[in-house]
């Protein structure tokens, strides 16, 4: 070979005194694994991966979301208190424009009074030693400074979901130069959001001669985030809702204010149940590109009426969801419900 001729060897690269339990050290800790809240904690994940959360309306996709968000946001340890989070930022992308920030927010403050609770003193002592008002104060400095680390973006069609991942690195770098801390998560709630509308819209040609399409569109945006990816691993996790068939609407999206965590409709009527959604089968609409892109998969029903757990915290019946990891495949289904501090697992 040329190389060889000009006394260069191929692997001259790789560090011959490094052992494999070396480098496996450092690969940890240059992608350390990340570990999500329950009933996302059954595979670990690394930055780089692409989670998609798939499942009806209803299913508790974007509670889901939150909760990892709130444990991204979190220090690990803050005054001396163990949070458990990873003191990073997340930039949530807001696609069907159902995003609750007073939710939000409940989560949050739920997260931080448990923490601080477990080390402060009661209610009792703080009445004795009049450090209520200190105590209160810590945790709404906490409170800011994890809000600050949570950036929002809504979009409202496909062009400007586009226009938002072209400008990642930028809104990155400026978390970073002013808080010293670059995005870590990247959300988007949910990704089949404009669909119908693209498909509906006739091909039409860009400045540049090249057809726009729902395909060409999901390719670019595939394409902007790996772009981000190469540069600064992230962790993406993805929400997207089924599609039953063509005009059919189905019977969860009518539903959406059975739960007092989901979006109030004023149209909510009650209708029995598809048979695509009671099996929890449905076609798949994304094209190949997005799927190939995808490196695990969770599915979440809602087993609304057909199951109820009493939540003695809450005092209430809730609706049961189920969580399944399809990619990659785990012999295992979680149970879980929607609770005030985020979601509990049903044992």
Not at 107 to 133: M, Q, W, Y
Not at 179 to 186: A, E, P
Not at 304 to 325: D, G, I, P, R, Y
Request: charged share 25%.
């Amino acid at each position: 070979m040329v190389g060889e001729a000009e006394g260069v060897r191929p692997r001259d690269w790789l560090s011959v005194d490094e052992t494999a339990a070396a480098f496996l050290s450092r690969s940890l800790s240059t992608r350390p694994p990340i570990l999500l809240p329950p009933p996302l904690h059954r595979a670990p994940l690394r930055p780089g991966n692409v989670v998609e959360i798939a499942g009806p309306s209803g299913s508790g996709k974007s509670q889901l979301l939150l909760m990892s968000a709130v444990q991204c946001i979190l220090p690990k340890e803050w005054e001396g208190v163990h949070f458990g989070g990873l003191g990073k930022a997340v930039m949530y992308i807001d696609l069907d424009c159902r995003f609750d920030v007073l939710r939000l927010a409940q989560i949050l403050r739920k997260r931080i009074a448990a923490g601080c609770g477990s080390v402060h003193p009661t209610n009792e002592e703080f009445e004795i030693d009049g450090s209520k008002d200190e105590f209160h104060s810590l945790e709404s400095t906490l409170f800011s400074d994890c809000m600050k680390r949570f950036l929002y973006v809504r979009c409202y069609n496909s062009s400007e979901l586009i226009d938002a991942l072209k400008s990642l690195k930028f809104q990155s770098e400026a978390r970073s130069e002013v808080f010293g801390i670059s995005v870590y998560f990247l959300m988007l709630d949910s990704i089949g959001a404009f669909y119908w509308i693209d498909r509906a819209l006739q091909p039409t040609r860009e400045s540049k001669g090249k057809a726009l399409s729902f395909q060409s569109i999901t390719e670019t945006v595939i394409q902007e985030i790996h772009k981000f990816l190469q540069l600064q691993p992230i962790l993406v996790l993805v929400t997207k809702a089924p599609i039953y068939g063509e005009g059919i609407t189905t019977s969860n999206d009518f539903q959406r204010g059975s739960s007092k965590y989901m979006s109030e409709d004023s149209t909510a009527l009650r209708y029995p149940k598809r048979e695509e959604e009671r099996n929890g089968s449905c076609r798949e609409y994304m094209p190949s590109a997005w799927q190939t892109f995808v490196t695990h998969r969770i599915k979440l029903q809602d087993l609304a009426q057909e199951a109820v757990f009493f939540s003695e915290q809450e005092n209430e019946m809730l609706s049961v969801h189920t969580c399944e990891w399809v990619q990659p495949f785990l012999n295992s289904k979680e149970k879980f419900y929607i609770k005030d501090d985020g979601v509990g697992l049903i044992h």
